[in-house]
């Protein structure tokens, strides 16, 4: 039968604000987060990353910020624009290589 | 320096029907990872390879498969297609982590939308 969408959350934020985006990872041996950006029609654009020896990582307008204990990963966003507007995921690196295990997603509007 | 380019970006084939992706990653770059982008699953990870091996594999059937050349370049190629197969498939690539359990950043090229009619 026919799969049912994914029901990403939403954030809607006015132009100018903060903006924090949360996830949740499954595995505590993860070592490497990384925030990607997505618009529509277009790959995944990297953002920012963290590995598991960091809590915290700064980048342009960007923070990553990261809790073993509890397993989350935030993403701040710092005057959010209205070109900011796209669905933001994080994503764990399980094994040695390349493997990321990607989150379902967060859509980030920005009003005008 | 030029991204990760996919070709063709747009595909239609009919069920049955076998497809072939191509992927040439970031110069310098020796490791490729494929992914399945399906509004109902997300984000899949299908497969790695690095020097012209599969380092890593996801929990996709036989029917995809893929490889990879000695200019880095790879192919995912899958066989016998099913309508769920419809998806964006993105390629991603990244250098080699040099410390044994690292890995480095991945940076994905738009993708191929196969439809499967």
């Known amino acids: 039968g026919e799969s049912v969408g994914l029901h990403l959350p939403t954030l809607s934020v006015q132009e100018g604000d903060n903006s924090i985006i949360n996830c949740a990872y499954s595995?505590?041996?993860?070592?490497?987060f990384i925030w990607y950006k997505q618009e529509s029609g277009k790959g995944p654009q990297f953002i920012i990353d963290?590995?598991?020896?960091?809590d915290k990582r700064q980048g342009q307008r960007v923070t990553v910020l990261l809790n073993k204990t509890v397993k989350h990963l935030s993403l701040q966003i710092a005057a959010t624009q209205p070109g900011d507007s796209a669905v933001y995921f994080c994503a764990e690196n399980l094994e040695y290589g390349n493997k990321l295990v990607f989150g379902a997603g967060t859509i980030l509007r920005v009003k005008s | 320096k030029a991204g990760v380019t996919q070709t063709p970006r747009y595909l239609i084939k009919t069920r049955g029907q076998q497809v072939t992706l191509s992927c040439s990653p970031i110069s310098g770059h020796r490791s490729v990872s494929w992914y399945q982008q399906t509004p109902g699953q997300g984000l899949q990870f299908l497969f790695e390879y690095f020097s012209e091996t599969q380092r890593n594999k996801g929990n996709f059937p036989g029917r995809f498969s893929g490889r990879q050349f000695s200019n880095s370049r790879s192919e995912m190629n899958v066989s016998t297609l099913e309508l769920g197969d419809s998806a964006l498939y993105l390629c991603?690539?990244?250098?080699?982590?040099?410390?044994?359990?690292?890995?480095?950043?991945?940076?994905f090229g738009p993708g191929t939308r196969l439809t499967v009619l």
């Open positions: 595995n505590s041996a993860s070592d490497y």
């Open positions: 963290i590995r598991s020896n960091m």
């Open positions: 991603a690539s990244s250098s080699f982590g040099l410390l044994s359990g690292s890995t480095d950043t991945q940076y």
